[in-house]
C-alpha cells in the first residue's frame, strides 16, 4: 500500500500539561511527517477528525495519547495502520514534569522518543492480509465416548456442526456407566442422584449431525486447523504409512531389550523422523475435520507392587483404591472382597502417609476427595448402622459442593479428621487402621471391615498420545513431563487449549474432574473447537492472539536449515521437508513470533511484526553523549512482554508509581520473540544496558505462549559471547520475571537494574 501519513498528539489526561507539546510536533516534523493535536482524541470531535483524515487519503496514523491496551475499539479502522505511542501511562504518569530550569529534560526526552518509535514502526510494517485455506471443512472430530466426548458433541451439535466421536470400546459412555451414583448438582445438595449418562446417550442417538464409531482408535492426524487428516483404524490393526508409524519396534526398546519411557521414546520418534518428509504426507483415504476435542479420558491409578505396602494394599484382601469399592459398591450392596460379608464399617484414606505426611496420592484433587465423600454416603445408605471414617490431609470441596461436605459432616455415622496414616493391618476378620497428628492431638486406632485408599486419576495421554499427531515434534503433546500427563497447555491462563492448535482437552484427559466438572468442561472445549473453526475460516490466529491475521513469512532463500525454528516452536506449527527446510502450517500458529527470535539468518517476520520494526525503533531512540552533556544520562533498552509485563508497567503507570527516565520500553509479542541481534544493535548503538522483562516460566509458568520466556533465558545466558566480541560486561544484559498483577514490583526491577548500570559506568561505544 501507498501510505500516507498521520500523527496525532493527544493533550488530555495531563500530557499537555507534562509535556512541551509544540516540540514533540516538531520531532515530528523532523521525520517529515505533520502532527495535528487534540484535547481528547478518543472523544466525538476527535475520532470525527481521524475518520476525516481517513476519508481524506490518511491510512497510516500515529496516535500518540493513552496506552494501546485502552481505547483499542475506538482507535480501530479499517484498513489502516495504526500505532499507538503511549504517552499517559509509561511517560506522564509515570514520571515527574521537568523542571523548566534542568538541563536535561528527561521526561520530554523519553515523549519524543516514544514519538520517533512510532513514526519509524509504521514505515517498517505493512497491513497484514488473513491466510485462507483451500480446503476448509467445519467438521469436528470428538477422540473418547465417555460422558466428556458426549457432551461436547452435543454441544457442538445443537448449534450446527457435524461431529464425530470416536470411541475405542464396544459402547459410549465410558466411566460414568459404570458408577453408582452421581454428585448433587442442586439444592440442598444432600442427596446423590442417579447418573445422567444413559439419558445422554439416548440424546446422542436422536441427533442426525453425530456419527458415533465404536471399537475405533485414532491412528494419525495430519494437517492443521481447518484442513486435519485422519486416519482411523480398529483396536489391534495395523495400519502402514510411507513411513512406519510411530516407530518400528527395535526403536521403542534400549540395548537391553527394555522398553523406553515415554521421554526417551519421543526423543527416539523425533530422531527417526528428522528429515523425513515422508511421515507427513497426507492419507488419501483419510477422513476431514477442522477442530478435534480430545476427551479420552482417564484410567484408575494402579499401585505398584508394595508401593503401599504400610496401608496393606495388595497384601490384605480388603483394603482397595477408591476405583475398586465403586466397581463393588455400582453391584448392589457393599461386600468384603474377602468373605463377601456386609461391610460394618469403612476407613477412607486420602493420603500415603509415611514420611510425607502432607502429600495426597498422585493424580488427586478436590475429586478424590468429593468421591470419599460419596462413598462414605454410599455407606450409610446400605446401612443404617454402618460407620465411614475419613482420614485426609487436604479436604477439597469446590463451590457448592461444600454444602454437601456440610450434610455428611452432621451425619452422626460419618467421621472425619485430618491426620497421617502411619499403618494398617489385620487382626483377624478385622483391619485395624492406625493414625498419628489428628485434629484430636492424639494418636488414634480404628477397626473396619474394609480400607479406601484415595488414589487419582491418570490421564489417558500418560501412557499413549492417544492423538498420534504427524508432526515434525513427535505424535504427542511436547515435554508431557511438566504438565505430569495431563493434556492442557497451560494451566494459569488458557483452559482446554492443548500444545497443539485446533485440539482442545476436556473432561479428566486435562485434569481430574468429576462427572458434573466433565459435562461443564465439554462445553468449554466445543466452545474453543467452533471459535478454532470461525477464526480459521477467517483467516485469523484464534488463540492467545485472537483476530490476528499475521502468520510467519519465510524468505527461504537464505534459509540454512538450522531447524531451531521448528524444534523451538511450542506449538508445532512449522514441519520441514527433506532437506529441514521449514513447512509453515499458518492456521496451527499462535503468533507468538518464537520462530523469529530463534532464526540466527533473521528471516523470518511478520506484516506487522519483524526483524527491522524492531530494530529501526531500536535505532529510533537518541542515545546522548558527551557531545551533549558533561554528564549525559543513560539510555536503557527494555523489551518487554506485551502479555503481563506492559500492562503492569501501564497499571504502574495508573497508580502514579515512579520509575527512572531513562529507560525505553519496547513491547514484544513474547520474549521468545526477542531476536539478539535487537539487544547487540542497542549496545552497538550506545545504549547502555537492555533487559527483557516477562512471564514467568518453570512448574508453575505463566507464559502466553508456554515456553517463550524459557527460551529467552536461554538465551540471555548464550548472549555472553555477542557482548565479548563488543568488549562489554556481561551484566549489561538481564531478563527479569513480572507476573500482571505485580505493578508494584515495576519501580524496582527497574530502578535497580539502572542503578547497577549507573555502578557499571555509561558503555564505552557510546559517541562512535
Excluded at 170 to 177: C, Q, R, S
Excluded at 327 to 341: F, N
Excluded at 390 to 418: A, C, N, R, V, W
Aim: net charge negative.
Amino acid at each position: 500500500m501507498d501510505k500516507k501519513y498521520g500523527v496525532y498528539i493527544c493533550t488530555g489526561c495531563g500530557i499537555g500539561d507534562a509535556l512541551n507539546i509544540d516540540a514533540l510536533c516538531a520531532t515530528a516534523k523532523k521525520a517529515r511527517k505533520e502532527a495535528k493535536t487534540h484535547p481528547f482524541l478518543c472523544g466525538k470531535d476527535g475520532v470525527e477528525m481521524l475518520k476525516k483524515d481517513i476519508a481524506d487519503g490518511v491510512n497510516t496514523l500515529v496516535i500518540a495519547g493513552c496506552s494501546r491496551r485502552v481505547n483499542f475499539d475506538i482507535f480501530r479502522f479499517d484498513g489502516c495502520i495504526v500505532d499507538r505511542v503511549n504517552l499517559r501511562e509509561q511517560v506522564v504518569w509515570s514520571h515527574p514534569k521537568d523542571d523548566p530550569s534542568a538541563e536535561i529534560k528527561n521526561t520530554q526526552m523519553l515523549a519524543e522518543d516514544y514519538l520517533r518509535m512510532g513514526m519509524v514502526r509504521v514505515e517498517k510494517v505493512t497491513l497484514p492480509e488473513p491466510y485462507k485455506l483451500e480446503n476448509f471443512t467445519r467438521k469436528i472430530l470428538v477422540i473418547g465416548g465417555g460422558i466428556t466426548g458426549i457432551s461436547a458433541a452435543l454441544d457442538a451439535a445443537k448449534v450446527g456442526y457435524d461431529v464425530t466421536i470416536v470411541e475405542k470400546g464396544d459402547k459410549l459412555g465410558g466411566y460414568a456407566a459404570k458408577v453408582r451414583k452421581q454428585l448433587p448438582v442442586g439444592q440442598p445438595y444432600t442427596s446423590l442422584m442417579n447418573p445422567v449418562v444413559a439419558d445422554k446417550i439416548r440424546e446422542v442417538e436422536s441427533i442426525s449431525n453425530i456419527t458415533v464409531r465404536t471399537g475405533t482408535m485414532v491412528a494419525r492426524i495430519a494437517g492443521q486447523p481447518g484442513d486435519f487428516t485422519v486416519t482411523l483404524k480398529k483396536p489391534g490393526e495395523a495400519i502402514e504409512f510411507d513411513v512406519p508409524f510411530p516407530l518400528p519396534p527395535e526403536m521403542k526398546v534400549d540395548a537391553d531389550g527394555k522398553e523406553l519411557d515415554k521421554d526417551k521414546l519421543n526423543e527416539a520418534y523425533q530422531e527417526f523422523n528428522k528429515g523425513k518428509n515422508d511421515i507427513l504426507t497426507l492419507d488419501p483415504n483419510g477422513e476431514k475435520f477442522g477442530a478435534v476435542i480430545l476427551a479420552a479420558g482417564w484410567r484408575p491409578y494402579q499401585p505398584q507392587e508394595g508401593e503401599f505396602a504400610h496401608l496393606g494394599y495388595g497384601a490384605i484382601a480388603d483394603v482397595v483404591t477408591n476405583h475398586e469399592f465403586e466397581q463393588i459398591a455400582a453391584k448392589g450392596k457393599i461386600v468384603r472382597p474377602s468373605d463377601g460379608k456386609e461391610v460394618q464399617s469403612v476407613v477412607f484414606v486420602q493420603s500415603p502417609g509415611g514420611l510425607d505426611d502432607d502429600r495426597d496420592f498422585d493424580y488427586t484433587g478436590s475429586v478424590t476427595s468429593l468421591v470419599a465423600l460419596k462413598q462414605a454416603k454410599y455407606v450409610r445408605e446400605d446401612n443404617a448402622d454402618g460407620k465411614a471414617y475419613i482420614i485426609y490431609q487436604h479436604m477439597k470441596t469446590p463451590g457448592l459442593q461444600e454444602l454437601f461436605y456440610k450434610s455428611l459432616q452432621q451425619d452422626p455415622g460419618i467421621f472425619m479428621t485430618k491426620g497421617q496414616v502411619a499403618q494398617v493391618s489385620q487382626s483377624g476378620s478385622e483391619l485395624v487402621v492406625e493414625a498419628s497428628n489428628t485434629l484430636l492431638g492424639e494418636n488414634i486406632k480404628i477397626k473396619a471391615d474394609m480400607v479406601v485408599l484415595g488414589t487419582g486419576m491418570v490421564p489417558a495421554t500418560v501412557d499413549d498420545p492417544v492423538i498420534n499427531l504427524a508432526y515434525r515434534q513427535g505424535p504427542g503433546f511436547r515435554d508431557n513431563a511438566i504438565f505430569n500427563g495431563y493434556a492442557d497447555s497451560n494451566f494459569i491462563c488458557f483452559p482446554y487449549e492443548t500444545q497443539r492448535t485446533g485440539v482442545y482437552a476436556a473432561g479428566c484427559i486435562r485434569r481430574g474432574l468429576t462427572i458434573e466438572e466433565s459435562m461443564e468442561d465439554a462445553s468449554g472445549a466445543a466452545l474453543k473447537a467452533i471459535q478454532c473453526l470461525e477464526s480459521a475460516n477467517r483467516g485469523v490466529a484464534v488463540h492467545p492472539r485472537s483476530g490476528d491475521m499475521t502468520f510467519p513469512d519465510f524468505f527461504f532463500q537464505r534459509c540454512t536449515q538450522c531447524k531451531r525454528c521448528t524444534e523451538e516452536c511450542p506449538f508445532g506449527a512449522l514441519d520441514d521437508d527433506e532437506k529441514g527446510t521449514p513447512k509453515p502450517n499458518p492456521t496451527r500458529c499462535r503468533r507468538c513470533g518464537t520462530c523469529m527470535g530463534a532464526c540466527p539468518e533473521r528471516i523470518i517476520g511478520f506484516a506487522d511484526y519483524n526483524i527491522d520494526s524492531i530494530g529501526s525503533m531500536v535505532k529510533a531512540i537518541e542515545v546522548p553523549s558527551t557531545d551533549d552533556y558533561d554528564e549525559p544520562p543513560l539510555r536503557i533498552l527494555g523489551l518487554v512482554c506485551e502479555n503481563d509485563a506492559y500492562p503492569a508497567i501501564d497499571v504502574a503507570g495508573l497508580n502514579r508509581l515512579q520509575f527512572s527516565a531513562d529507560v525505553r520500553f519496547i513491547p514484544v509479542r513474547c520474549l521468545g520473540s526477542v531476536n539478539v541481534i535487537w539487544i547487540k544493535e542497542a549496545l552497538s548503538k550506545g545504549m547502555d544496558g537492555v533487559f527483557c522483562l516477562g512471564c514467568k516460566h518453570g512448574d508453575d509458568y505463566q507464559c502466553h505462549f508456554v515456553k517463550g520466556s524459557e527460551l529467552a533465558s536461554i538465551r540471555m545466558r548464550k548472549i555472553g559471547e555477542a557482548l565479548a566480541s563488543l568488549a562489554l560486561e556481561v551484566e549489561r544484559v538481564a531478563q527479569f520475571e513480572i507476573a500482571i498483577d505485580e505493578y508494584d514490583k515495576v519501580p524496582l526491577i527497574i530502578n535497580d537494574f539502572v542503578k547497577l548500570i549507573e555502578d557499571i559506568g555509561p558503555n564505552p561505544l557510546k559517541g562512535f
